[in-house]
């Protein structure tokens, strides 16, 4: 049975930092792209980071990019999203999720098979 299991949510002031993991179990993970996607009140899911498991490249959404870093440490089986210079609108719950194949729809949420039950984060003004 696979479990994906996120931590490091919290309370936040607007400029400041936080590191989210997403622990596997149940799966190779050294085979698995593992994305974060985020959802606020009232929203639809939204794509965050994606990290390939061929070649560990990254990909972002607009929002995050060059805020945001997605990496992964296939010994320990976690994938880490580090937040910097965070904004209200950053507000959500966050997701990890594991896909095996990607290809281009890396955004798409429907390609992700394994997901976390969720973490969240709350940027204060």
């Known amino acids: 049975q696979v479990h994906l299991v996120e931590s490091g949510g919290g309370l936040v002031q607007a400029g400041g930092s936080l590191r989210l993991s997403c622990t596997a179990s149940g799966l190779t993970f050294s085979s698995w792209s593992m994305g974060w996607f985020r959802q606020a009140p009232g929203k639809e899911r939204d794509f965050v980071a994606t990290i390939r498991w061929t070649d560990s490249s990254t990909y972002y959404a607009d929002s995050v990019k060059g805020r945001f870093t997605i990496s992964r440490d296939n010994a320990k089986n976690t994938v880490y999203l580090q937040m910097n210079s965070l904004k209200p609108e950053d507000t959500a719950v966050y997701y990890c999720?594991?896909?095996?194949?990607?290809?281009?729809?890396?955004?798409?949420?429907?390609?992700?098979?394994?997901w976390g039950q969720g973490t969240q984060v709350t940027v204060s003004s």
């Open positions: 999720a594991a896909g095996a194949v990607l290809g281009k729809y890396y955004p798409d949420s429907t390609k992700y098979r394994y």
